[in-house]
């Protein structure tokens, strides 16, 4: 049997212009249509090609290279550098441009604000193109790691011991200093602070910055590394991470919301995500889902108040429980009388009202009832008789959970899964983020931009194709 075997003494090996390097259905040129599409001013990047000093790689362009980088998986800026080298789809993006690490790795840095914006024009664009109905939102979370150890999270006594050894430290290395200053004055040497010094300073203004937001919040525990992160347990463990959030529209499985926040559950962020997803759709939706995690009353009500239908389960309807016997479900309210009745029909009367939460107390009228009722010792075994609390939004929660039942909002629920979580799967395992690169919340929400970005344009390619998006991002932006 014959074999192939390459000739590296091959004479013709590319052809002679890069624009010929890829061909015309290669998603490469979906991205850089993309590129062209966004308004670099309304991101807030400056551009000034008359600027004085050395000249610099086109803004524009560097956006490409970090938006097709991240939709392959490859994020780093030495691999970038890389690829600008060796391969060609990223050679043909770039135009033969070949900045080093260091360059971008600098523009990422300076540049978090502007890449933060990428997503909220992507989403625009879906908008024109009639990808986003913004009609049905789905809601959902998943932890990231950061670009932080777990083990450099401390408390604030530890920060407040860390800083006086470093204090000492700094006072030895003066005096040492000028211990040497003093020996070598007839020499007329100048002598400088040695490294140490400078890294003690450097880490004394560490720990009073993390000391100052001790001071300004209620955290337990602070990580010395990304004091923006938290631990937050997942099933891979317990990380330093960032709780992802996004928002998912129905219409095509598009995102048009993502952040990156440092609680670690998902109960007080429903009415927030929601409603920075109004003000990019610019309309307010009609139904909004999420799982039983979201599921705060008083986060619900903000957007059920707003007309918006809200389609989250309670903890006893996700785990499909019925009422326990005796619960608050089986006694019977009468909103007229304000009052409860049992299940052998003994009154329970209103008694209290605490003044933080606007709860209600409710109890039998006579606990004799109670004692002399064939339920006692199971309904209840206290002194008192038996007593209820009804919530200050009681009604609220009873209405959602009511309406969660409802066939429609069944079958908005039944598709959470394939729209809300498909997003976290493509980012986790195609472009293999396990853990964000940039440090701070600033950073991690840049990159959360871009990988939902990334995300967009996957699905936007399947969806119309590489010529037929190119021809529409063509006509959007007209």
């Known amino acids: 049997m014959a074999y192939r075997c390459g000739n590296r003494l091959q004479m013709i090996l590319l052809p002679k212009s890069i624009e010929e390097y890829v061909a015309e259905e290669d998603p490469v040129r979906v991205y850089d249509a993309f590129g062209d599409a966004l308004d670099l001013a309304q991101l807030g990047m400056e551009l000034d090609p008359n600027k004085v000093g050395n000249s610099e790689y086109n803004p524009r362009s560097m956006l490409k290279l970090l938006v097709y980088g991240y939709s392959y998986g490859v994020k780093s800026s030495r691999k970038l550098e890389r690829e600008c080298y060796h391969n060609l789809s990223f050679i043909w993006l770039m135009g033969g441009l070949k900045p080093d690490h260091k360059t971008i790795a600098e523009f990422r840095r300076r540049n978090k604000a502007v890449l933060q914006r990428v997503l909220r024009q992507c989403v625009r664009l879906c908008i024109k193109l009639e990808l986003v109905a913004g009609n049905v939102l789905f809601v959902d979370g998943t932890k990231i790691r950061a670009n932080a150890s777990s083990s450099q999270s401390h408390d604030k006594p530890w920060y407040q011991s860390q800083l006086a050894q470093v204090e000492r430290r700094i006072e030895q290395l003066l005096d040492e200093c000028e211990a040497v200053d003093h020996t070598e004055d007839y020499q007329g040497s100048l002598v400088s602070a040695p490294q140490e010094l400078i890294s003690a300073t450097r880490r004394k203004e560490a720990i009073g910055q993390v000391l100052a937001q001790f ?39 598009l995102i048009v919301h993502g952040e990156a926040v440092k609680e670690a559950n998902d109960l007080h962020q429903f009415a927030q995500q929601i409603e920075q997803a109004h003000e990019v759709l610019g309309k307010t939706c009609q139904s909004a889902c999420a799982d039983a995690g979201y599921a705060d009353t008083a986060e619900l009500e903000k957007v059920d108040a707003q007309g918006v239908r809200v389609i989250v389960p309670s903890q006893h309807q996700a785990l499909r429980q019925g009422p326990k016997p005796f619960s608050k479900q089986e006694f019977r309210y009468d909103p007229q009388a304000d009052c409860y009745y049992c299940p052998e029909n003994h009154r329970l009367n209103w008694s209290s009202t605490y003044s933080k939460t606007g709860n209600r107390y409710y109890t039998i009228i006579d606990k004799q009832l109670c004692f002399a009722c064939r339920h006692w010792g199971r309904c209840t075994a206290s002194r008192f008789g038996r007593r209820l609390v009804r919530l200050s939004n009681e009604a609220i929660k009873e209405k959602l959970e009511a309406q969660y039942e409802q066939p429609d909002c069944q079958q908005i629920f039944a598709r959470r899964k394939t729209r809300s979580e498909h997003p976290f799967g493509h980012i986790k395992r195609n472009l293999k983020t396990d853990a964000f690169l940039m440090r701070g919340r600033e950073g991690a929400q840049a990159e959360v931009s871009i990988l939902c970005t990334c995300f967009n344009l996957a699905r936007m390619i399947t969806l119309r194709g590489v010529s037929g998006l190119i021809r529409s991002l063509c006509l959007a932006t007209v």
């Open 215 to 253: 001071d300004a919040s209620e955290q337990r525990k602070i990580n010395l590394t990304d004091p923006d992160c938290a631990n937050m347990r997942s099933i891979q463990g317990t990380h330093a991470s960032y709780n992802v959030q996004t928002v998912v529209d129905d219409h095509k499985g």
